[in-house]
T-cell receptor, first 108, second 113 residues
């Protein structure tokens, strides 16, 4: 049973452009987290947004949360080649539940 | 350095054999998790543990077993009952199950030959 569903499944953009990924979830949450995974590696925590927050920034990352629509978005501004990775949203109760991820490819 | 260590990085197993994947953390975290990831897919929860000597099944526990005898260790055994064990396995930990940030190991890629 997967809680989060990312959209799109794959995204290719030119270096320097902004990348936007979306996540929808099913049940009420306390917080939502975004993670990045480079190919064949573990996941790295990027940012967490609490249910009472609507927007949060961290460097080139901007996350929004709309609890009425049960959705979140991750915006990466001024993309770089190093941003090529898979991005997952995750929600948690007693366990962390991940979506299937968005595979982001930054074209040179 | 503090963190989670998974070993080995690559593991090959013959059909019908059990194999144990190691996960050790020195972060003093109470909660630990095992996930399975298939190519191009998300993470599916196998087992999780909130405290020493306690663990719960996740969504795909069949064919797997775990133990939590020590706080820092949460080994996963892939048994011969697991029909399709070839996958990438990720271990994770957090301070407590409802806590915020979760830390991941670098994964073990298991291949059945």
């Amino acid at each position: 049973s997967q809680q989060g569903e990312e959209d799109p499944q794959a995204l290719s953009i030119q270096e320097g452009e902004n990348a936007t990924m979306n996540c929808s979830y099913k049940t009420s949450i306390n917080n939502l987290q975004w993670y990045r995974q480079n190919s064949g590696r573990g996941l790295v925590h990027l940012i967490l947004i609490r249910s009472n927050e609507r927007e949060k920034h961290s460097g080139r990352l901007r996350v929004t949360l709309d609890t009425s629509k049960k959705s979140s978005s991750l915006l990466i501004t001024a993309s770089r080649a190093a941003d090529t990775a898979s991005y997952f949203c995750a929600t948690r109760d007693d366990k962390i539940i991940f979506g299937k991820g968005t595979r982001l490819h930054i074209l040179p | 350095d503090g963190g989670i260590t998974q070993s080995p990085k690559y593991l090959f197993r013959k059909e019908g054999q059990n194999v144990t994947l190691s996960c050790e953390q020195n972060l003093n975290h109470d909660a630990m998790y095992w996930y399975r990831q298939d190519p191009g897919q998300g993470l599916r929860l196998i087992y999780y543990s909130q405290i020493v000597n306690d663990f719960q099944k996740g969504d795909i526990a069949e064919g797997y077993s775990v133990s939590r005898e020590k706080k820092e260790s949460f080994p996963l055994t892939v048994t011969s009952a697991q029909k399709n064990p070839t996958a990438f396995y990720l271990c994770a930990s957090s301070i407590a199950t409802r806590q915020l940030r979760t830390f991941f190991g670098q994964g073990t890629r298991l291949t059945v030959v």
